[in-house]
């Protein structure tokens, strides 16, 4: 008795004609099928053709349970992921190549633009940031090798100069467990010459190359659900201006980076898009940002380091509430604040405050911007006029920063004056 099912079939013209192939058979396991059967001559005798067949079954046999472990494996994998909650995190990896390089604070900020976290208003004492969950689920998949340490470099910083900080990239091999979700999911990421094999209902898409022409930028309306925008310029990338009807038809656009290229302009077209939460405009040769760009009220990140062309920020930054991170260099980059910088409750990232003469641009303007982190820096401390105005910043209650810098920088401040700044700063609880 045969230790295992014969094949269909009962002798080899009917095998050769019917019988379909194995599903996931190998190229070895062809060939030893081929060999096996070559030798099933007819008028050999029945023995060696059932050895030969229980050679061919066996085989098909092992091959089938390794596609069963490896599928096993997979879901497992998937499951895992879906378990702890890090699936969006690990698509959202599609949207870059992998020799782009970023750093935490990036991806970070991304993840909660995308609205992969409950934004809070203000958090109460005691309750986590988003960020600071950003941050831990960061950390998972590095743990977890989608994403990798690439390098670390210098970081220019005015108010600490030795900074060094750290770049990743996405491992090709950590998240092809995961390829089919990058279409399905709606992510593209194609040079800009493969801008028309796109399909219209794209959500993400990076677009790398230096042929980032006016061609292009038509081909871009056709994505109306487009959620998410990376322009990823090459050497020698000449884009210089973004079309002024572009933003027009991209109202559900909620991030976009123009970072590192040519562009010295935004159209004022850019405040119809209400749903915009993340602007990089970083290292761009910007000179000014359109007054419009304040009725974006959802907007959380903006990113201006390395603009030194730009003139100043907008009049109007007071209406921007929902603002979280704004990045740039403020000592080297402006010269003076916009009004009303204190409704901006919800600043995290601020690099530095330039104390001005009037009531909308004093150090009061502080007072109620409490979730500071980090180096925090305040110049112009001569436009502080008295004991009662420096206590109304409430510097005391901003418990999350490491750092706290006072500046002078007019140096004919008298000596009485200076004597009251440093009672002044007494009073400050600094934390080094």
């Known amino acids: 008795m045969d230790e295992y099912p014969p094949l269909p079939g009962s002798h080899l013209q009917k095998s050769e004609e019917h019988d379909p192939p194995l599903p996931g058979a190998s190229s070895s396991l062809e060939m030893i099928r081929t060999t096996d059967l070559e030798k099933l001559k007819l008028g050999q005798p029945s023995r060696?053709?059932?050895?030969?067949?229980?050679?061919?079954?066996?085989?098909?046999?092992?091959?089938?349970?390794?596609?069963?472990?490896?599928?096993?494996g997979a879901i497992q994998i998937e499951d895992k992921y879906l378990r702890t909650g890090l699936l969006p995190f690990v698509t959202h990896c599609f949207l870059f190549p992998f020799n782009y390089e970023f750093t935490k604070e990036e991806l970070v900020t991304l993840w909660i633009a995308e609205g992969l976290f409950q934004i809070m208003r203000v958090p109460i004492s005691g309750q986590e940031f988003p960020?600071?969950?950003?941050?831990?689920?960061?950390?998972?998949?590095?743990?977890?090798?989608?994403?990798?340490?690439?390098?670390?470099?210098?970081?220019?910083?005015?108010?600490?100069?030795?900074?060094?900080?750290?770049?990743?990239?996405?491992?090709?091999?950590?998240?092809?467990?995961?390829?089919?979700?990058?279409?399905?999911?709606?992510?593209?990421?194609?040079?800009?010459?493969?801008l028309n094999d796109v399909p219209e209902t794209v959500l993400y898409l990076s677009v790398y190359g230096k042929s980032m022409d006016h061609m292009a930028f038509e081909s871009m309306k056709r994505f109306k659900h487009l959620r998410t925008l990376f322009l990823i310029p090459a050497f020698g990338s000449s884009v210089k201006q973004v079309p002024r009807d572009l933003f027009l038809g991209l109202e559900h656009l909620r991030s976009m980076n123009l970072s590192k290229s040519l562009l010295c302009e935004l159209p004022s077209s850019i405040g119809n898009l209400k749903s915009l939460r993340y602007i990089d405009l970083s290292y761009t040769p910007i000179?000014?940002?359109?007054?419009?760009?304040?009725?974006?009220?959802?907007?959380?990140?903006?990113?201006?380091?390395?603009?030194?062309?730009?003139?100043?920020?907008?009049?109007?930054?007071?209406?921007?509430?929902?603002?979280?991170?704004?990045?740039?260099?403020?000592?080297?980059?402006?010269?003076s604040m916009p009004p009303g910088?204190?409704?901006?409750?919800?600043?995290?990232?601020?690099?530095?405050?330039?104390?001005?003469?009037?009531?909308?641009?004093?150090?009061?303007?502080?007072?109620?911007?409490?979730?500071?982190?980090?180096v925090f820096c305040i110049s112009r401390i001569e436009n502080v006029l008295n004991?009662?105005?420096?206590?109304?910043?409430?510097?005391?209650?901003?418990e999350h920063l490491r750092k706290l810098e006072l500046r002078w920088t007019d140096i004919r401040v008298s000596l009485k004056k200076r004597k009251f700044l440093n009672n002044f700063n007494l009073l400050l609880a600094l934390k080094s």
């Open 387 to 398: 004991f009662k105005e420096a206590m109304e910043a409430s510097l005391i209650k901003k």
């Open 48 to 72: 060696k053709r059932r050895r030969a067949r229980t050679t061919v079954v066996k085989a098909s046999i092992e091959t089938f349970r390794q596609m069963v472990q490896e599928l096993t």
């Open 131 to 194: 960020e600071d969950v950003a941050n831990e689920k960061f950390d998972l998949l590095v743990s977890m090798e989608i994403i990798v340490p690439s390098r670390t470099e210098q970081f220019v910083d005015f108010l600490n100069p030795k900074t060094r900080r750290s770049l990743y990239r996405v491992n090709k091999f950590g998240i092809s467990s995961f390829e089919r979700y990058e279409s399905r999911c709606g992510y593209a990421r194609i040079s800009g010459s493969e």
């Open 287 to 335: 000179k000014q940002l359109p007054e419009t760009i304040c009725n974006l009220h959802k907007l959380q990140t903006l990113k201006l380091r390395g603009c030194f062309d730009l003139v100043g920020l907008p009049i109007g930054m007071r209406k921007l509430t929902s603002l979280r991170h704004l990045d740039l260099d403020i000592l080297r980059q402006l010269k």
């Open 341 to 374: 910088m204190g409704n901006l409750t919800n600043l995290q990232t601020l690099s530095a405050y330039l104390v001005g003469r009037d009531v909308c641009c004093g150090i009061g303007e502080l007072k109620h911007i409490s979730n500071l982190k980090g």
